[in-house]
Antibody, heavy 115, light 110 residues
Framework: EVQLVESGGGLERPGGSLRLSCAASGFPFSSYAMSWVRQAPGKGLEWVSGISGSGDTTHYADSVRGRFTISRDNSRNTLHLQMNLLKAEDTALYYC????????WGQGTPVTVSS | QAVVTQEPSLTVSPGGTVTLTCGSSTGAVTSGHYPYWFQQKPGQAPRTLIYHTTNKHSWTPARFSGFLLGDKAALTLSGAQPEDEADYYCLLYYGGTRKAFGGGTKLTVL
């Protein structure tokens, strides 16, 4: 059974940093591209960043490029999102998702950016 | 960055049929965009209904079907049930790991 468990969310001040993690199990992690997707309160889904199975290809939404860094540790079956220079508009529930064929989603970790 | 468009809201009668569409600012949506459809109910994570235009997951009710309609991707619900009331999001791939979601369609069964 595919399981994705996000962690690392919390309250941070504007300009600060947070590192999100996603622990994956139930599938060959290194074989699958992964994404981070966020959802601001009462809003729709926004794709944030994606990474290939090997980790050598990454892409970012314009809204986070240059501030966020996606990475993965295939030896630990873990996906990360390093978020720097946080802004109020980064406030959202952050989901990790397994791609390829049907997407599988975690339950999300909340991030609040506020002074 | 590409913009993906969906109807903001639609209403369907119980037992009725409704079609949701998904367009792209870059031009016609094709199978090369690997269209996805996700369903999200309040307080829940999204779940995949349709992937790669037409493919259903094991949990996708038979009353949902995905296809290309003109220059858009489409999701048809035939025989709407009260439990189908939810937000529906399409997702398109734009090469490599780049992708974009539509703004979502709030479907009311009434």
């Amino acid at each position: 059974e595919v399981q994705l468990v996000e962690s690392g969310g919390g309250l941070e001040r504007p300009g600060g940093s947070l590192r999100l993690s996603c622990a994956a199990s139930g599938f060959p992690f290194s074989s699958y591209a992964m994404s981070w997707v966020r959802q601001a309160p009462g809003k729709g889904l926004e794709w944030v960043s994606g990474i290939s199975g090997s980790g050598d290809t990454t892409h970012y939404a314009d809204s986070v490029r240059g501030r966020f860094t996606i990475s993965r540790d295939n030896s630990r079956n873990t996906l990360h999102l390093q978020m720097n220079l946080l802004k109020a508009e980064d406030t959202a529930l952050y989901y990790c998702a397994k791609e390829v064929g049907a997407w599988y989603w975690g339950q999300g970790t909340p991030v609040t950016v506020s002074s | 960055q590409a913009v993906v468009t969906q109807e903001p809201s639609l209403t369907v009668s119980p037992g009725g049929t409704v079609t949701l569409t998904c367009g792209s600012s870059t031009g016609a949506v094709t199978s090369g965009h690997y269209p996805y459809w996700f369903q999200q109910k309040p307080g829940q994570a999204p779940r995949t209904l349709i992937y790669h235009t037409t493919n259903k997951h094991s949990w996708t009710p038979a009353r949902f079907s995905g296809f290309l309609l003109g220059d858009k991707a489409a999701l048809t619900l035939s025989g709407a049930q009260p439990e189908d009331e939810a937000d529906y999001y399409c997702l398109l791939y734009y090469g490599g790991t780049r992708k974009a979601f539509g703004g979502g369609t709030k479907l009311t069964v009434l």
